[in-house]
Every structure is written in structure tokens, then in C-alpha cells.
T-cell receptor
Framework: GENVEQHPSTLSVQEGDSAVIKCTYS??????FPWYKQELGKGPQLIID?????GEKKDQRIAVTLNKTAKHFSLHITETQPEDSAVYFC?????????FGTGTSLTVIP | DTAVSQTPKYLVTQMGNDKSIKCEQN?????MYWYKQDSKKFLKIMFS???????INETVPNRFSPKSPDKAHLNLHINSLELGDSAVYFC?????????????FGNGTRLTVT
């Protein structure tokens, strides 16, 4: 089955700096890569996703890059704000199966 | 107008009891899931149903039994609860299709077994 690794497990940045979270996957059949943000006491919420036929996608301060050859994808958050503090999960999916990374706890220091 | 709603939000019970968690989605999706999130935040798939048919059944004790009366509902019944069952359980839904579509999660049920 698919194996998704995510790094780092914790990340602290100063407000206004950038944050980068990286994930690798093992199954070349995976073709969809969503990123989720989970705030305390809530369920994970989709923040951005990318499909295997695209190398990069951006939505305001958030961007995701995908390297299919190397089987890795990354989340980039620019101009971080305190409300970006949360746990972030990457996932790799093929069909109905979603495999999640182990999460990154991001703290943005005001 | 919550997209994926699950009840109850908190569930505290004693070992050996039987409990149920209910989930409903109003997104018109055809696939629903149960995930377990432990204290380290790992999200582990338990079950998935597509149009009321079980399609994913990971290695989960048979004390856990999902039931899908229709494609908008997926309930989870747990028999003979154990301390190790304490976790947050998330229901989710998605729409099957080519190219992938995202999971939509409920806000979770925090189960505490004492």
C-alpha cells in the first residue's frame, strides 16, 4: 500500500516568515494530493490540493508543488500569520483511498 | 447547513459498554469514511462505504461495526469498549470520480473510555 512521510513534525516560525512542509509518497498510482489544516477541536479542512498532471498550484499565500518523478510534494505558506497556527496534514490518494502523513504542528510566533 | 455532521461531539463511557456514533452528510457524496485519530494526531482509516457498500475495511477489531442505511449516513457501533478505543473519531465523505476529489470531514467525536 501507499506510505506517506511528512516532515517536519513541528515547525515554529516568526510572523511574516515562510513555512514549508514536505511529504513523500511511495505509490506511483497516487494521483491526487490534498493538504488539510486542523485547528484545535475541529476536523481537518481542505486548504489546497493538486492533481498529478500539475506541477504547481497557488492560492493567495498558500502554494503546493509536486514532483512526480521524485514522488514528493510540498506546502508553502508565505507571510505567515498567527491564525496559520494549526496541524497540517498532507495526503496521497488514488481512487477512494486516502493515505495521510503524520502531521506537522505549525506555530506562528507573533 | 453543516456539510458533514456527526453526533455526539463528546462521549464518555465505561469499559465494556456499547456505544454508537452517527454521521450524516448533505453534500450528495457517494462515499463515506470513518477515521480514527489517536493522541499523536495520526489519522488512520477504519472503514469506507460507497453507495452503502463496504469498500475499505482496514484491520479493525470486529467490535467495531459500521452501518450505512443510505448513502448519506454512515454510523459506527462499538461493542465492549476498551481503554484503547479512546480517541477522536472522524466521519468524512467524498465524491468518487477520476482525478481525485477531496475528503470533507466532520468535527469529530471525542470518545473517552474509563
Amino acid at each position: 500500500g501507499e506510505n506517506v512521510e511528512q516532515h517536519p513534525s513541528t515547525l515554529s516560525v516568526q510572523e511574516g516568515d515562510s513555512a514549508v512542509i514536505k511529504c513523500t509518497y511511495s505509490d506511483s498510482a497516487s494521483n491526487y494530493f490534498p493538504w488539510y489544516k486542523q485547528e484545535l477541536g475541529k476536523g481537518p479542512q481542505l486548504i489546497i490540493d493538486i492533481r498529478s498532471n500539475v506541477g504547481e498550484k497557488k492560492d493567495q499565500r498558500i502554494a503546493v508543488t509536486l514532483n512526480k518523478t521524485a514522488k514528493h510534494f510540498s506546502l508553502h505558506i508565505t507571510e505567515t500569520q498567527p491564525e496559520d497556527s494549526a496541524v497540517y496534514f498532507c495526503a496521497a490518494a488514488g481512487g477512494n483511498q486516502f493515505y495521510f502523513g503524520t502531521g506537522t504542528s505549525l506555530t506562528v510566533i507573533p | 447547513d453543516t456539510a458533514v455532521s456527526q453526533t455526539p461531539k463528546y462521549l464518555v463511557t465505561q469499559m465494556g459498554n456499547d456505544k454508537s456514533i452517527k454521521c450524516e452528510q448533505n453534500l450528495g457524496h457517494d462515499t463515506m469514511y470513518w477515521y480514527k485519530q489517536d493522541s499523536k494526531k495520526f489519522l488512520k482509516i477504519m472503514f469506507s462505504y460507497n453507495n452503502k457498500e463496504l469498500i475499505i475495511n482496514e484491520t479493525v477489531p470486529n467490535r467495531f461495526s459500521p452501518k450505512s442505511p443510505d448513502k448519506a449516513h454512515l454510523n459506527l457501533h462499538i461493542n465492549s469498549l476498551e481503554l484503547g478505543d479512546s480517541a477522536v473519531y472522524f466521519c468524512a465523505s467524498s465524491q468518487t470520480g477520476t482525478g481525485g476529489s477531496p475528503l470533507h470531514f466532520g468535527n469529530g467525536t471525542r470518545l473517552t473510555v474509563t
